[in-house]
Structures are given as C-alpha cells and as structure tokens.
C-alpha cells in the first residue's frame, strides 16, 4: 500500500513538474514567435524603404541626365544665337570696290542733264589722281601681319570677316571700326595702333615712310 502511494505521488509530481516545464517552454516559444513575426515585420518595413529609396535614386539620376544634357546644348544654342546675331561681313566695312563700283552710276546719272557743257579735263583730272592714290582692292590677299596689331588670331579674325587687304583696312570710317570692335571685342584697339594709318602707307606703296613711323612692324614683338 505505502509503495502504491509513493508511485502515486511520484506520478503526480511528475505530471506537476512536466506541466510546469511545459508552460515554461511554452511561454518561451510563443515569444519567439513574437520575435520572429517582428523581425519579418521589420524586414518588409525595410524592403520598402529599399525600394523607396531606389525610386528616389532612379530619378535623381534622371534629372542629372536631363541637367547634363542641358548644360551640353547651351553652348550650341548660345553660339548659334551669337552668330544669327553677328552682322554680315559685307556690312562691316566700306570698301573702295563698292564705292568704284557706285561712282560710274552716279556719274552717268550727272552727265545726263549736263551733256551739252561737258566738265574741262584738267579740272577732273586732279581729283581722280587723288582718289585713285589707295591701291585697289585685288583678288590677292595681303599680308595684314605686316601691320602692328595684327597676328596669326587677328589675322584669321579679319579674314573670317572678309577683311583680306590693306585697301579695306584703310578705307575703314569711323562707323566701321566701331562695329568691326564691337563684333571683334577690341575696344578701342584700331585706333591705339593705328590700324588705319599703317593700312594707308602699305596700300599706298609707301614703304619708306611706313618703316619710319612703324619700324617695329613685321618683327616678332609685333601681335
């Protein structure tokens, strides 16, 4: 009987203490389980701001495409506005072609009226020695470095511009350097220099006096 009762009470101790391991690793394995939900919760949370975050990159690096290729077309489209904006070449200057070739029309259009008192020829005759003194203007170009001022950019400058002689340079008014600076970002250079001055000497074949008054023309220091 009294070993019927100790197994009895050994059995229900068991139970007891089987019970109470139980509801211990139970309590345990509930809360990992909370845990684990926690962690996927906190792993989609941040898939989601994963991918939030790729978004916001995809279009940053969009609108750095876009500013990138703005920036590279500005120069074209400023380059191209500047030279829409930039005068003819033909506009820049007063050539003694053009001038030649007004003269014979104005002149028939006097003779007409007056053909009956033709002008004396010796009273004509001084003032066409006079205006034919500046060398025409060839289909040779001349060598402008001659002048003071003028170097390998200047020269490339002018002869973009048309500018190939010194007959051009020197029949220049006053209208024209300022336009020929304005185009050509001088301020004032022409006139410090004396582009005019030199371009009359060497159009005029004037070597002598033009090595006198220029004697530092044609060297190296000459730009």
Known sequence: MSTFFYMLLAFVVGILVGW??????????DGLRGDLDRTRSERDRLRADSDRLKGELDACA?????LESRLRDAPAAKAGADKAATPAPAA???????????????????????????????A????????????????????????????PVNERLLKGLGVTTYTQIAAWTAADVKRIEEVLNFDGR?????????AKLLAAGNEAEFARRFPTAGTASNS
């Open 20 to 29: 109470f391991i139980w509801g211990r690793l139970r309590g345990e394995l």
């Open 62 to 66: 969009r609108a750095r495409a876009d």
């Open 92 to 122: 820049l200057m007063s050539t003694p072609a053009a001038a030649a070739k007004a003269a014979p029309a104005k002149s028939a259009a006097a003779k007409k009226p007056a053909a009956k008192a033709a002008p004396p020829k010796k």
């Open 124 to 151: 004509a005759a001084p003032a066409a020695k006079k205006a034919a003194a500046p060398r025409a203007a060839s289909g040779k170009a001349d060598n402008l470095r001659r002048l003071i001022g003028i170097g």
């Open 190 to 198: 022409i006139a410090r220099e004396n582009w005019i001055e030199q």
